[in-house]
């Protein structure tokens, strides 16, 4: 039966999960505490990818003693099989732990319930199914890797007040930039908790954005550009050797630069977003940040490729410009904050989302 307690205990798991994002992708972000006689005795959280498990770190400091005693919370099923480290219900059972409560099942088909019945025929009373929205909105990522075989798909751009996304080569507005100095460093910190940021040859093209997270710390996405006839200049910030790029094209003859990965697809090719997802998975891109322009946003947004959309609304108006784009009527709108002039809304796709 579940308690109050518990309910304080999931959500210190849920916390500590999240200290390891950005660097425990293609893996799900895990908290875990160990709880004895109401105090918390253990803590632990995966920290790098291929590295323990959060229960592996949560139950190293706990005297084996007092370990049957003792309750394990845990925000994600335990492993049940042997990937870079070995099963974590395994572990749990070898320390006799009397009982486990789980925020919510893995649906990862290696484990998918396994875990829980390997406890469970251990004799150890487990509880799942707790806290279960925030659980699954923690590893929104993961869940739709697997779910969906694809990677979690976030839309972000700004528009005026009056719905322009960008300038045309001759526009008459004096500002290039729409979001203020608050948001732009919003955005970057949005960069560091994704595996990659994406934009299309147009917006490379016009704005030579460095598509880092120079304005906050953390690890940089990689860069995915959309380039079918490569018409970026190689002098261009995103060529530099800072970050690993990828540029999609259908040029059969690609130059060699360092850090830069050059996939092709051919005239043959039914749809390029699809494909391009797929070359992204398997190379263990958990998410993608598509930042622009309005042509390539639009396209995800009609073939219902995404799961969130952030959008930033500046305070002032252009004479003229690129149309933003239009979200569908699937799109919910989740919440909306101010940012110093900006007003931010949040959306998410209610045909796409696992969470």
């Not at 579940?2 to 660097?23: E, F, H, P, V």
Request: glycine share 6%; aromatic share 8%; proline share 5%.
């Amino acid at each position: 039966m579940m308690t109050n307690s518990d309910d304080i205990y999931m959500k210190r798991c849920i916390q500590l999960a999240q200290i390891g994002q950005g660097n425990v992708s293609p893996n799900p972000m895990v908290g875990a505490v160990v709880v004895y006689q109401n105090k918390i005795v253990g803590e632990g959280y995966h920290k790098q990818y291929g590295e323990a498990h959060a229960e592996v770190n949560a139950l190293k400091n706990v005297p084996d003693n007092i370990l049957p005693d003792c309750t394990l919370y845990v925000n994600l099923e335990p492993c049940s099989h042997h990937g870079k480290t070995p099963p974590c219900a395994d572990l749990i059972i070898s320390k006799g732990i009397k009982r486990v409560v789980i925020g919510t099942l893995d649906p990862f088909e290696k484990v998918s319930g396994n875990g829980i019945r390997k406890l469970q025929n251990a004799g150890i009373e487990t509880s799942f199914n707790h806290c279960v929205e925030q659980c699954n909105n923690l590893n929104k990522r993961f869940f739709t890797n697997v779910i969906k075989k694809r990677p979690f798909i976030i839309l972000k751009y700004a528009q005026t007040s009056n719905g322009f996304i960008g300038r045309t080569e001759n526009s008459t507005n004096e500002s290039r930039l729409i979001s203020n100095e608050y948001s732009q460093r919003l955005t970057h910190r949005w960069r560091t908790e994704e595996s990659s940021i994406l934009v299309g040859a147009r917006t490379s093209l016009l704005d030579n954005p460095h598509l880092d997270a120079r304005y906050y710390a953390g690890k940089p996405p990689i860069r995915i550009v959309i380039d079918n006839d490569l018409k970026i200049p190689l002098t261009h910030h995103i060529f530099n050797s800072k970050q690993h790029t990828i540029i999609f094209s259908k040029a059969n003859k690609t130059p060699r630069i360092e850090n830069v990965e050059f996939i092709n697809y051919s005239e043959q090719e039914i749809t390029l977003l699809p494909f391009l997802l797929q070359e992204l998975l398997q190379r263990n891109i958990q998410s993608v940040l598509v930042e622009g322009g309005a042509k390539t946003l639009q396209s995800f947004i009609d073939k219902g490729l995404w799961d969130e959309a952030r959008i930033y609304t500046a305070a002032f108006e252009w004479t003229d410009g690129i149309k933003a784009p239009t979200l569908l009527n699937t799109s919910e709108l989740i919440k909306t904050e101010k940012i110093h002039t900006d007003i931010l809304h949040y959306y998410k796709n209610n045909q796409s989302t696992c969470y």
